[in-house]
């Protein structure tokens, strides 16, 4: 909390809290604990010849000054030399990024918080962040299983604990030997652990019905988020009327369009079908990949499934089609599937889209090229922290390949643990196994909670006159289509605002309640949504949905 | 181990192998463990609809189809559709990068580890990997201290196990309350949790002797990699001869050209001076820095000090007289400070340039933008597999700051547990603790060891003819120049490889010796090097040394 707290407040207040905090650490330190290493305090060092004028003695003066605030300094014109980086001559496409599922309501919702804590009067006791899918932030609680196991193997000693089942030390010590020196602490190959990309392998083929998997496919990420970045920066190239162009769905995970905008590539917009529970229509994809090739070059089309943060789960149909659509229109396909075990509603499934393109014509299965994303984020371990992910790549060109794992390589490799977490996910307790009956009872758990909420918040949100919400099929958001007055909006516009950022902002202000508005996500032209998450324990969500409901009817009542 | 044998395969291999495995897999899945989540197996799904054409049957031919080869399939022409991404369709800034450290001669080595476990004769008994600093790959063990902290974080229940000290018990629960629903599974804040860049800040004033430290300047990294790479990526911008410059050391460590080469930014070169033990000449960076100007915008100047690869520890005269340069020149300075605690030379010590540049004159100490990097990776802990570190920025731009913020924030944030164990590293036993006496114990016998080693390399290197090597001040590696003879020279050229790699690979083939040649760091045209780590254990870089020594000498004979 008070991280993000400190993080979000203006330059200005940041610069006066950081003032006082300096001295307590210069204080503290000088008090407590003198000066760090002690063998290298004891040594003294003759300069190393530098060709160099002789240096100066050090200004005594200067380091009695350090205290004196950075006002004070200026007025003598010493902080009158322009920087070196500037917000000016900075790198002009990371100023092109977004991201507003922590934009500015989140920066809000923090000083809020800490406003809270200092004693001040609010209409609400607590700031409820439903902006993001952060499960066990919202109290959801780790799988045992998992967490056993990664203190195994971050403490081996552990495995002579009788108290550990001994299903969660075999499969530590099968993690260990993967580790160079057994241990975590060691690099794994950029690629990611071999035993655990042959896991990931193992649990695809069974996920598919045992179409086949190829571990060589497989590459470990930094959650979904960095496979994702990475496979949009290899498809990246051209200029001007060349430039590269993906195709994203609207509304969005801001992901993408940051990515994109990151790159310096094209966006190009293809809405999904509100009307018909936000479904994918093929005639969409054709316009906007027609009207795009005026100006760019379509080259990547991105599916997520089930939606982020529209909760559809699309049908196997559907993505036969897209795979033939994306064959004809030669686009690469790129599948976020990180909600692939979060369905909830009646006769919805997940099909992965590498099964439905296996199972199709050879002249789709053997070309269309594919990178489908997981992580160890989401589902029901919501395990966000640990970083953990993989894509699997299908059809892509060998010295592509190459390139990719050359490029992987200069990071080195994804955190360990996150790798060790992700086989776990992949790779869970059998029947039969000690540790299995308390993970199907946790994840059942997780997973009936889950569906249990999005049902309630699809029901709770329909009574509202002026709120509609599709079924939440799948993920962990509703994305409901709110009515903003013509006042209202005349209010935000005369604000520089969003009208869905104004309704949210309020909502915030008003009731404590974190969402954030539909135009971060994106969404038609004259829509006004909000993305709220289904993550919070049942009895909160309820009061969280009667408070949305109420707030919506005093807004409608003072703009209408 | 395999893991990297897998990824290295040439790709040819790699589809051979990959197949064999394919059909395993399949088969396995089938039979031990039918697929997946019952729950979501249970239901069926009627299509949504989509505006498409009707879809087809699937095409059971395809199904069976799957096993066959690719080989097969092209020849009926359905492999003939050209991939939409190719080498010659790809980002061409990847194409661009390179990274040695990870580079074809260590994929020759994980080839000969497959041999040498298939039974294929070799005239050495295993490869020893002298190529990467991978402490824990290299035997060096944990600090227990750490490890314990890590298990309670991941593992919460530990907390009431009496064999674990109390003060572990009490880092765990400091870090965990600091975790959103004290989870290490929750997201942090973009900027990393604010207790542990509260601690960071504290070790920074205690390293830097009482200089201030704000934790408002501290960002938590995925190991320092991440953090030099975000900062060079806001400082990239313009075009032709307006485009950004860095200038970076030579010899360098490949991230840093591999980062430029991506980004597109200008690479200057500034040699060190080998004759003078790899130190930094000012009059060179001026040279460097003046050529530049003429087709590019020298915009940063990065230090690595401790150096990598080449070891040298700078004295604070030389530190001062590089910051007096770069406010002369107007560079932002990016200080790689990874090996801070590992300096061994009699009279050398680690001044961070945080330190030198907040005693200088104000006109230097409140304008000079610096980025500082640390990482968990190096030092004592070696733990590189968690990927944590931090980077510390002075004088930077308020705007460009919450820039940095935002572009952070896309990535949500780095791995939880490395951000637990940079905490720890910064903020271990204090004297009194239960903790205190075996972590002193675990760090001093570590970096003795190192400083042994250090000198030992040092020392049995010098007495090779034809190999001279500067003294291992600090840091985890040797770099000594070799004489390479002309009739080796031109039979490399020959084969058209640098002399230094076809030195290093022929010594890979006789001795197994795995080390990076000083091509994939950069050297002064004419000078051959080779970088080796310190890491192996002290009776086995003994053995590694005599065998580079007697290499060299069969070497020389035969090409002279």
Known sequence: M?????????????????RGRNEMLAGRSGAQRPGGDPRTR?????????????????????????GLPKEKMSENGIMSRA????????????????????????????????????????????????????????????????????????YPELLSDSTFPEDTKSRACRILQSCGGNSM???SASQGIDSVRQDVASYIVRRDGGVPCDPNNIYLTTGASDGIMTMLKLLVCGEGTTRTGVMIPIPQYPLYSAALAELGAVQINYFLNEEKCWSLDITELQRAVNEARQHC???????????????QVQSRQCIEDVIRFAAKERLF????????????????????????????EPEYAETVELASFHSTSKCYMGECGFRGGYMEIINMDDEVKDQLTKLLSVRLCPPVPGQALMDLVVNPPQPGEPSYDTFIKERTATLSALAEKAKLTEQVLNTVQGISCNPVQGAMYSFPRITIPEKAIKEATEKGQQPDMF????????????????????????????????????????????????????FIQQYS
Not at 50 to 66: D, F, I, V
Not at 85 to 113: C, H, S
Not at 509 to 526: A, Y
């Open 297 to 311: 070059n379509p080259r990547a089309l991105c599916i997520i499934n089930p939606g982020n943060p529209t909760g």
């Open 83 to 154: 920087k070196v980086l500037t917000i000016d001559t900075m790198n002009p496409t990371v100023k092109k990024v977004e991201y507003a599922v922590r934009g500015p309501i989140v920066q809000r919702a923090v000083e809020l918080e800490r406003e809270l804590s200092e004693g001040m009067k609010k209409p609400f006791a607590e700031v409820i962040r439903a902006n993001i899918g952060d499960a066990h932030a919202m109290g959801q609680q780790p799988i045992t299983f998992f967490r056993q196991v990664l203190a195994l193997c971050s």
């Open 333 to 360: 396909l790129m599948a976020d599937e990180v909600y692939q075990d979060n369905v909830y509603a009646e006769g919805c499934q997940f099909h992965s889209f590498k099964k439905v393109l296996f199972e199709m």
């Open 185 to 187: 602490g060691s690099y």
């Open 503 to 554: 309704y949210c902002m309020k909502m915030l202000e008003e009731t404590g309640i974190c969402l954030v508005p539909g135009s971060g996500f994106g969404q038609k032209d004259g829509t006004y949504h909000f993305r709220m998450t289904i993550l919070p324990p049942t009895d909160k969500l309820k009061i969280l949905l009667n408070k949305v409901k109420e707030f919506h009817q005093r």
């Open 42 to 66: 004891s040594l003294t060092c003759p300069p190393l010849s530098s060709s160099s004028s002789p240096g100066r003695a050090l200004s005594s003066l200067s380091a009695t000054r350090r």
């Open 2 to 18: 008070s991280a993000t707290r400190m993080q979000m407040l203006s330059s200005r207040s940041v610069r006066l809290l950081s």
